[in-house]
């Protein structure tokens, strides 16, 4: 079926900025040259956080053992505020991504400005309240002397810093609205670069423990969310954000829209977090050797999993974009360039795992009962990656739409009540072993993707408007 021409700029729209190497259309450029343009560069910043959260615990480690308790007691607590940054994330970027495919510039300067204060006023509640209840909340863990101290130490400063970290994390959000996946990448490089090299510098150098852990983060989210906000100021970005902003400075409907298109996938990302956590406790009761199996066989299912939602945050501004456009059809190619661009790099992976999983598993020092557990629970769960490739990909057609209720609805189903009832009709029918549990997260996995397939085909995400 032909594609929509894009239409003309509409009057309002100011005039076009320098060119620079990636001021290339997303609505007009060839699919595959933008669907790896854009997800290939949100594959390696995506994957550079996971690293430097390893990194990080590493130096942390250098602290003891209880310094790595504390940390991790209230990384669990900063996890649960973190979701108020992604619902609003994902409820700006198809607005944003809309209004650049529209040629509206103005529109897309003040969704962002609206993003900005709206997560700033959001981020100084939620962290003003975790620096404020840090102690009563590490307690409710059942974090206890040492360990409750450091969780404390480190939860305070950690929470005042949200502001200015959501408020990092939209410019680069911003950049990949816009199509500068690469220049957003190199935000995010840099960032990682230089808390790696705070770090050591203040928990160790200068004998802050954990406290240097919460500055290191601080330093860096306030020099990169200033450098962020000057580059998009000069123009750089092929727009111009003004400064001071424009007034209104709140516009209810551009928030309430964020919030509409946001909250069911925050919803969608707790659920599934909950379901998560309940299988894991069911695994529990296998023993220790099966908990390890289980964590192992995620670190390497984690490994196609970045690639996967790599290009699906690429391929969101794509579709908005080409929504924004007029070119719904286009979109819908874009989100199945992606699929197919994404399972084309994790199948090899996955064969491989599939292969040679007892090889894989010795690399994280499993020997005995743990590498036999370990190489099973990796060939029962490395398959979930090629599923998350297909899923992913198309999952961004709904998200580029702000359609998100039916995404929400899947995952409600299929994502987190589906393994649980799986496992416990499993037990009910009196299988005792840990393969229950794989299985089940296996077979969840796979129905949700053909579910994604379907409600995908029916098309019905084109027809949202913003």
Not at 254 to 281: D, H, K, N, Y
Not at 289 to 308: C, E, K, N, S, Y
Not at 380 to 396: F, N, T, Y
Request: aromatic fraction near 8%; proline fraction near 6%.
């Amino acid at each position: 079926m032909p594609e929509a021409p894009s239409p003309s700029p509409p009057a309002n729209a100011t005039p076009e900025r320098a060119k620079s190497s990636e001021d290339r259309d997303l609505t007009q450029a060839p699919l595959l040259q933008t669907v790896v343009r854009m997800g290939i560069p949100s594959a390696i910043g995506f994957s550079a956080q996971t690293v430097f959260t390893l990194v990080n615990l590493f130096w942390v480690g250098r602290l003891g053992t209880t310094a790595i308790a504390g940390v991790t007691v209230f990384s669990t607590l900063l996890a649960i505020l973190w979701a108020f940054n992604e619902m609003i994330g994902a409820g700006s970027v198809p607005i944003i991504s809309r209004r650049f495919g529209e040629h509206d510039e103005p529109g897309a300067i003040a969704a962002i400005y609206q993003t900005l204060f709206f997560k700033f006023g959001v981020a100084l509640l939620v962290g003003g309240a975790g620096a404020l209840c840090a102690s009563p909340l590490v307690h409710m863990m059942n974090a206890t002397g040492a360990v409750a101290q450091e969780a404390i130490a480190y939860g305070r400063l950690a929470s005042l810093n949200l502001p200015l970290l959501y408020c990092m994390v939209t410019i680069w959000t911003v950049l990949r609205a816009a199509g500068r996946a690469a220049t957003a990448m190199r935000f995010m490089l840099g960032s990682v670069a230089l808390n790696m090299v705070l770090d050591p510098l203040l928990m160790l150098g200068m004998g802050l423990g954990v406290r240097g852990a919460a500055i290191a983060n601080t330093l860096t989210s306030l020099l990169f969310l200033l450098t962020g906000i000057a580059y998009l100021a000069s123009g750089r970005a092929g727009f111009r954000l003004p400064l001071p902003p424009p007034r209104p400075w709140i516009r209810w409907k551009i928030v309430s829209s964020i919030v509409r298109i946001g909250f069911p996938a925050t919803i969608e990302s707790m659920a599934r977090a909950f379901a998560l956590t309940w299988c894991v406790s069911r695994i529990a009761n296998y023993g220790p050797v099966a908990v390890a199996a289980t964590g192992i066989a995620q670190r390497v299912v984690d490994l196609g999993t970045v690639v996967a939602v790599g290009f699906s945050l690429g391929t969101v501004p794509i579709v908005g974009q080409c929504l924004g456009s007029g070119q719904p059809q286009r979109a819908a190619k874009a989100a199945k360039v992606a699929a197919g661009v994404t399972l084309a790099i994790v199948a090899p992976l996955v064969l491989l795992e599939e292969l040679a999983a007892e090889p894989l598993v010795r690399l994280f020092g499993s020997t005995g009962a743990a590498l036999a557990a370990s190489a099973t629970a990796v060939r029962m769960l490395a398959p979930i990656q090629a599923m998350l490739a297909v899923q992913l990909p198309l999952g961004s057609s709904f998200f580029g739409a702000g359609n998100t209720v039916p995404t929400m609805v899947l995952g409600l189903a299929f994502g987190a009540m589906c393994p649980v009832l799986l496992v416990l009709a499993g037990q009910s029918a009196g299988i005792g072993s840990v393969q229950l549990v794989w299985g089940a997260l296996l077979v969840a996995y796979a129905a949700e993707m053909m579910a994604f397939i379907a409600l995908f085909r029916r098309g019905a995400w084109m027809r949202v408007r913003l």
